[in-house]
């Protein structure tokens, strides 16, 4: 069964502070794909990122990071100086394979970032 | 500018009534895929098309139809079976692992459909 496990709902953080998304998968296969979408109020999701299971580097991009670590099953997000706009829900999500040569998406159930000025 | 679109922003649903949601893409991509999201919850998947005139439910199908008759559209029908049809619904579509070949490809979304229930 796949499955992806935001143990963090809701986090605060004051402006201008580092700080850490928690994303653990779960999946029997041995290639698969994750991903982080960010969804603002407005609501629409905005794709962050894309990595797959034989890539194991860490990438930045800008104050964004990812740490991708498959011993633990865990592909963490980090923003550095966080600013207001950053406040939304962040969702990790995981590819899987449905059959068919159809693959879905399994989402996590997202963290609510609130950054206070 | 290539994008999804979703419209109405807002619909109202009165009890026994079926409503069509619209999904509209021209980014040229084969597969279209519509989500239910729940507060507090994350996205699940209702129907999803990887080609024209052809679809296959996801994990949450019942008490939904979909059509894919047009390559840029994918229209979500919330029929009366759907008893609690309350929620945000989002599109989405993919270039598809038809012309990709590939797992994990990257779905892109449309500002999507909030539904109420009068």
């Known amino acids: 069964a796949q499955k992806v496990t935001q143990a963090q709902t809701e986090i605060s953080v004051v402006e201008k502070e580092d700080v850490t998304l928690d994303c653990v998968y779960e999946t029997r296969d041995t290639t698969y794909y994750l991903f982080w979408y960010k969804q603002p109020p407005s609501g629409e999701l905005v794709f962050l990122i894309r990595r797959n299971s034989f890539d194991e580097q860490n990438e930045i991009s800008g104050r964004y990071s990812w740490n991708f670590q498959k011993s633990t099953s865990s592909f963490n997000f980090t923003i550095t100086a966080s600013q207001v706009v950053d406040s939304a829900v962040y969702f990790c999500a995981l590819c899987r394979y449905s059959g068919a040569g159809s693959y879905q998406l399994t989402f996590g159930k997202g963290t609510k970032l609130s950054v206070i000025p | 500018d290539g994008g999804i679109t979703q419209s109405p922003k807002y619909l109202f649903r009165k009890e026994g009534q079926n409503v069509t949601l619209s999904c509209e893409q021209n980014?040229?991509?084969?597969?279209m895929y519509w989500y239910r999201q729940d507060p507090g919850q994350g996205l699940r998947l209702i129907y999803y098309?990887?080609?024209?005139?052809?679809?296959q439910k996801g994990d949450i199908a019942e008490g939904y139809s979909v059509s894919r008759e047009k390559k840029e559209s994918f229209p979500l029908t919330v029929t009366s079976a759907q008893k609690n049809p309350t929620a945000f619904y989002l599109c989405?579509?993919?270039?598809?692992?038809?012309?990709?070949?590939?797992?994990?490809?990257?779905?892109?979304f449309g500002p999507g459909t909030r539904l109420l229930v009068l």
């Open positions: 989405a579509s993919s270039i598809g692992f038809i012309r990709q070949g590939k797992l994990g490809e990257t779905q892109y």
């Open positions: 980014l040229n991509h084969d597969a």
């Open positions: 098309s990887q080609i024209v005139n052809d679809f």
